[in-house]
């Protein structure tokens, strides 16, 4: 069984060193579980590893597609299973949302109406907060799981449902949640408001490397905040500033406090999802001790 390591947790909590690190100490690659780093030209407010922060670890699913293009969570499983399935080495999933991981780590199948990208006809003339209302009172779990202004993940559970005629909760309920790989899942994490500082001023940093002109840029291109790709975090913040409604501040600030909100969110999730063994990345000793736990792991011969 092929062994896959998964490096979960927060946003700005450091996973993405933390992965290069075991990845070059065990001689493994990174596929990154990413929605938006996908996408080329998004660069900066996805928080994008750079070339020298890869240091020489091979790194999949980057800048693979337009930013005009879709991108499912049916998609990261083909493509994820195809790397970890024909890859002689092993293989490390950086981040991810969850639908992601547990598409890619499970026996999770999509049926047709969870593969159809276009949604039901019925449900375009309804807004973003009507449609969270009607998923709230249809299937609330599942609207726990989305934000309001998430209009694709909205569009996408009423449409399952819909076609179905079972809410989306009920059908991922009945898999029957096997995971198909030997897998680790490490969970990264550190004091709430330790981590708050982090995103703040991860934020702040991405304001200062030019995240403002890198958005104009990509709608100067022909991109537009209709496009999934600018659905994500640190971009659809934007939407405000460049209508005229807005400054660059507020805006700053919108992308902080939906950051902070995002990570208490991934805690919620992974702690109720998955099975996650968490690591302190503010204590080194924490941290030396989680690598000789995955050491063990990884050269222990599979059953």
């Known amino acids: 069984m092929k062994k896959v390591l998964v490096i979960a947790g927060p946003t700005a909590v450091g996973k993405s060193d933390f992965a290069v690190s075991i990845a070059r100490k065990l001689g493994m690659e990174i596929i990154s579980g990413d929605s938006i780093q996908v996408y080329r030209g998004l660069d900066i407010g996805s928080g994008k590893i750079t070339e020298e922060e890869m240091q020489g670890v091979p ?4 800048d693979i597609l337009p930013p005009t293009a879709s991108y499912s969570a049916a998609d990261f499983q083909s493509m994820a299973r195809d790397l970890i399935d024909h890859s ?27 593969g159809e990208s276009s949604c039901d006809p019925s449900l375009e003339q309804y807004t973003n907060q009507q449609l ?41 309920k009945e898999q029957s949640h096997q995971m198909i790989y030997d897998t680790k899942i490490i969970g990264c994490t550190m004091e709430r408001s330790m981590l708050y500082e ?13 995240l403002c002109g890198e958005v104009e840029k990509l ?26 409604c807005a400054t660059q501040q507020e805006v700053i600030e919108e992308i902080r406090k939906h950051s902070r909100q995002f990570a208490k969110r991934q805690y919620t999730w992974l702690n109720h999802q998955m099975p996650v063994e968490w690591c302190d990345m503010s204590d080194p000793s924490e941290i030396q001790h989680t690598v000789e736990q995955i050491e063990q792991w990884y050269t222990k011969t599979s059953k």
């Open 198 to 210: 982090r995103i703040n001023r991860r934020v702040g940093l991405m304001y200062e490397k030019g």
């Open 59 to 62: 790194h999949h699913l980057i």
């Open 219 to 244: 709608l100067k291109q022909g991109v537009s905040f209709d496009h999934q790709s600018m659905q994500g975090i640190g971009y659809k913040e934007w939407k405000p500033y460049f209508e005229g």
């Open 132 to 172: 969270y209302d009607m998923l709230e009172k249809t299937d609330p779990i599942q609207a726990q799981k989305i934000h309001v202004n998430n209009r694709r993940r909205l569009l996408r559970s009423l449409t399952i449902q819909i076609r179905s005629g079972k809410p989306q909760s009920q059908m991922e």
């Open 88 to 114: 002689e080495k092993g293989m490390i999933i950086c981040g991810g949302t969850g639908l992601y991981l547990k598409a890619c780590l499970y026996d999770y199948s999509f049926n047709q109406e969870e």
